[in-house]
C-alpha cells in the first residue's frame, strides 16, 4: 500500500527508463503504454495521464491486481534490482486525480447501450459509451461495484471506491434490478453488455453444507469473534481475505485447500499476508462432512491426491476438526443460462448486439475485466465510425 509520507511518486516515475521495445506493456492486460505514463505523472500533469490510462480502475488496479505478474513483472529493471513501482504510481496518480468521466465524442449519439452487471467490465464499458455520446442504462441487482466493496478494507480501501462513484454520479443511469439479456436484445437497446459476473456459487461438496457460511455474507460481518476458532475453505484470495478478516475479529483460523501450495490461485502476497497475520493453510484436504456437535461444529477432511488443477482424488477422513464457524469460498461461476437464447459457446466473440466481458468471458483480475470493456467498446465505437 502507497504510504504519501515516504513514497515521492514523480521521483519513482523517473526511474522508468522509458525503453524502445518496453517489455512492461504487453504485461499489462489492458495493453496501457506505460512508459508514456510514467513520464506524464513525472511531468506532473496527473490528468492527462489519468485520460491516458483511460478507465476509472486505475488505483483499483494497482491494489488488487497481481503486480508482479503483470506490469511489474515485465519491467527491465527487475531482472538485476527492483522493478519500477508501477502499481503505486497507479495509486497515486489516482488519488491525486481520479478519472474524469465525460463526454469526449457524439459518434454513438441517439444510440441506447444496457449493461448488465455494475461490476469492474459493467462500468468500464458503460464509461466508454457514454464517453461516445450513447444514453447508457446499467442494471444491477444488487449496488454499484458490490463485489469490489466485499474486498476488505485492508486490502481496498473504500475511498478508492467513493473517487470513482463520485465521477460516474449523474453520467450512467443505474437501475437496481435484474435484466433479461433476451429481451434487451431484440427489443430495446442497440447495444447490450452481460458482465453480470461469476454469480452461481460453487458447492462445497460435503454433507451439511449448509452448515457453512457463504463468504459473501462472512466478509459483510463484523460479529467479533475472540476466542472462537474458524475454518475457511478454499484457496484463492477470497479465501485468504476470509482468513484475513477472521483473524482481525479475533478468530484463529485454519485454511482447508483441496491442493497443494503450487496449486493455489491465491496471489503469492497473498497468501503470506495471510500466513504473516496467524492463518495456518492446511494443503490436500477437502471437508466432507460437516455437523453440529457439542454446541459448535465439526469439520471431517479427507485426504486428497491432486495433479496440477485438474485431476483430483479424494480418500479417507484424516481428521476432525472442532470449530465455530465454516467459510465456505471456494468462489462461484457464471450463469450461462442468461445467455441461452443469445450467444452461442464462444462468448468472446460478439453475438448481434450482444456483448459479454470480466467473469462472464473468463477474466480473472480487474485489469483483464477492464481489458474485455475497452475491447468491446472500440469494437462498437469503430463500427459507427
Not at 495521464?49 to 478507465?55: E, K, L, Q, Y
Request: charged share 25%; proline share 4%.
Amino acid at each position: 500500500m502507497v504510504d504519501n509520507d515516504v513514497f515521492d511518486c514523480e521521483q519513482e516515475c523517473g526511474r522508468c527508463l522509458n525503453c524502445a521495445k518496453p517489455s512492461c506493456v504487453p504485461f499489462c492486460p489492458v495493453g496501457n503504454r506505460i512508459p508514456q505514463i510514467l513520464q506524464i505523472i513525472k511531468s506532473g500533469d496527473y490528468a492527462e495521464a489519468t485520460r491516458m490510462v483511460g478507465h476509472p480502475f486505475g488505483e483499483v488496479c494497482g491494489y488488487v491486481c497481481p503486480r508482479e505478474r503483470q506490469c511489474q513483472g515485465g519491467c527491465v529493471l527487475g531482472r538485476r534490482g527492483e522493478s519500477v513501482r508501477i502499481a503505486d504510481a497507479e495509486i497515486a496518480l489516482f488519488r491525486q486525480h481520479p478519472y474524469a468521466v465525460e463526454r469526449i465524442s457524439d459518434v454513438l449519439k441517439g444510440k441506447r447501450v444496457a449493461v448488465i452487471g455494475g461490476g469492474v467490465s459493467g462500468v468500464t464499458f458503460a464509461v466508454k459509451m457514454y464517453e461516445q455520446g450513447a444514453d447508457v442504462t446499467l442494471y444491477e441487482r444488487r449496488e454499484l461495484l458490490s463485489t469490489l466493496k466485499l474486498i476488505p478494507e485492508f486490502r481496498l480501501p473504500r475511498a478508492a471506491l467513493t473517487r470513482i462513484e463520485r465521477q460516474l454520479a449523474g453520467k450512467i443511469v443505474a437501475v437496481n434490478a435484474n435484466a433479461d439479456v433476451e429481451l434487451c436484445a431484440r427489443e430495446r437497446f442497440d447495444v447490450v453488455y452481460v458482465a453480470t459476473g461469476a454469480s452461481v456459487c460453487n458447492p462445497l461438496g460435503a454433507a451439511g453444507e449448509e452448515f457453512a457460511t457463504p463468504y459473501t455474507q462472512f466478509l459483510a460481518d463484523k460479529t467479533d469473534l475472540t476466542g472462537k476458532k474458524a475454518i475457511v475453505v478454499g484457496g484463492g484470495n477470497t479465501a485468504m481475505d476470509c482468513a484475513r478478516h477472521a483473524i482481525r475479529l479475533g478468530a484463529s483460523v485454519t485454511v482447508a485447500y483441496r491442493r497443494t501450495r503450487n496449486d493455489m490461485p491465491a496471489f503469492d502476497k497473498e497468501i503470506a499476508l495471510a500466513e504473516s497475520e496467524g492463518a495456518n493453510i492446511v494443503y490436500n484436504v477437502a471437508p466432507v462432512a460437516i455437523v453440529w456437535q457439542n454446541g459448535g461444529l465439526a469439520v471431517s477432511l479427507a485426504q486428497t491426491v491432486s495433479q496440477g488443477r485438474s485431476a483430483l482424488k479424494t480418500g479417507d477422513v484424516a481428521s476432525v476438526l472442532a470449530c465455530d464457524l465454516v467459510v465456505a469460498a471456494i468462489g462461484g461461476k457464471f450463469d450461462r443460462s442468461v445467455l441461452a437464447n443469445v450467444c452461442s459457446d464462444d462468448v468472446r466473440r460478439p453475438c448481434g448486439n450482444v456483448y459479454v466481458g470480466g467473469d462472464a468471458a473468463g477474466g480473472k483480475t480487474v485489469a483483464e475485466a477492464v481489458a474485455d470493456a475497452m475491447r468491446a467498446a472500440k469494437q462498437i465505437t469503430d463500427s459507427y465510425k
